[in-house]
């Protein structure tokens, strides 16, 4: 199966466990593992009920080890099942991968940096705890999750960074407070951020409050994770008489409103790029943003919702898919 395009053989090299939940898999391009910027991810083409999918993992590291990429994949207990394919490859399998790709880079230069990972969202976070260490800048690795078992690199980067490294495991009580962190920081320094929604919403009002800079915040959220579960909801289409489809708890709206003849542009599929964005015209319940491409604003206004991450939720939402017959346009 390949997904064509940039996408290149690669071999697994080697797999293991790095902690409860959390697999390491080495992966040796056959073209050669390329240098990249720290921060960066690979897409991998996945298998998802049987169609061929895209799923993207940040690379473990300042660079790849010997001749191969890492990442580090968790298991996701309500996966559609990306996770699960990536995880149950092994030594001498073949996947496709692309090469690295870079949205989340550390900026030299500030006086000081806080990296903030939430859970899983420590994998890019290790490549730019070593940069950091090793330019020798002035930096701190604020990291919360649920248990120990589940966070992987724990030695490596206590070994690394000492009391730089601060866990906030909330099976021990212990609660991250953003705003009391980012008081510390110094003005002019920047706060990397990978977590959950939640937290980049908490780090953004924290930020926002205290009238830091806008660009001194970087953040990457492994998308689609969003604030309520999902759930079935229907989508009605003005610009198709209402027709109404029903986008199951385990489809996306943009690929059950394609399965219905209602094709809309798309390309990302991670709510980054805004293409397959629609007009949001009624919603009878809540809308689940799970993009990084609208404002704060523009999602609390509820007015547009991108397609290929975001939802409804407890209720019908009517759209305006943008749709117009060529007699009518
Ligand atoms: C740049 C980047 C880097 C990443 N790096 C890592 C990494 O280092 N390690 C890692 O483990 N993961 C990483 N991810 C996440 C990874 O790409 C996958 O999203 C993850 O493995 C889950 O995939 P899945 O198919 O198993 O789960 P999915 O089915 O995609 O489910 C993921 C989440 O989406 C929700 N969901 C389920 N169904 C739907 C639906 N129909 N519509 C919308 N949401 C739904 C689920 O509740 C779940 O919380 C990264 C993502 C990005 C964008």
């Known amino acids: 199966m390949s997904p064509g395009g940039h996408f ?10 790095v902690a409860s939940d959390v697999r ?22 996945v298998e998802v009920e049987g169609l061929p999918d895209v799923r993207s993992y940040s690379l473990v590291g300042e660079r790849p080890l010997d001749g191969a990429y890492r990442i580090a994949v968790k298991d996701v207990a309500d996966s559609r099942g990306g996770s699960r394919f990536v995880r149950a490859l092994e030594a001498e399998s073949d996947v496709e991968v692309s090469d690295p790709k870079s949205h989340f880079e550390l900026h030299y ?4 940096y806080l990296l903030v990972a939430g859970g899983i969202g420590i994998t890019p976070l290790v490549g730019m ?25 724990l030695d490596e980067l206590s070994e690394l960074l000492g009391d730089r490294l601060e866990l906030y495991v909330s099976e021990e009580g212990n609660r991250l407070e953003l705003g009391q962190q980012i008081d510390q920081l110094h003005p002019d320094g920047e706060l990397y951020l990978c977590g959950p929604l939640r937290m980049r919403d908490a780090a953004q009002r924290a930020w926002r409050e205290r009238e830091r800079a806008r660009e001194q915040l970087r953040f990457e959220t492994f998308a689609s994770g969003g604030r309520f579960p999902p759930e079935e909801f229907v989508v009605r289409v003005r610009d ?17 409103l394609g399965d219905h003849g209602v094709e809309l542009m798309w390309d990302c599929r991670r709510g980054e790029c805004g293409l397959c964005q629609v007009a949001v015209l009624e919603a009878e319940g809540e809308l689940d943003h799970r993009d990084v491409f609208l404002s704060e604003e523009q999602q609390a206004q509820g007015a547009s919702l991108l397609t290929c991450v975001s939802r409804a939720v407890r209720g019908a939402v009517t759209i305006d898919s943008g749709f117009r017959p060529a007699w009518t346009r």
């Open 129 to 153: 705890s070593h940069a950091l260490a090793r330019h020798g800048r002035p930096f701190r690795l604020l990291w919360a999750a649920r248990s120990r078992a589940q966070m992987p690199f």
């Open 240 to 256: 198709r008489d209402d027709q109404e489809i029903v986008v199951p708890r385990n489809r996306t709206m943009l690929d059950a």
């Open 24 to 45: 390491m898999i080495e992966l040796e391009p056959s073209s050669g593992a390329r240098a990249y910027p720290t921060g960066s991810h690979i897409d991998i083409a």
């Open 109 to 112: 230069g500030r006086p000081e």
């Open 8 to 17: 290149a053989p690669a071999r697994v090299r080697a797999v293991h466990d």
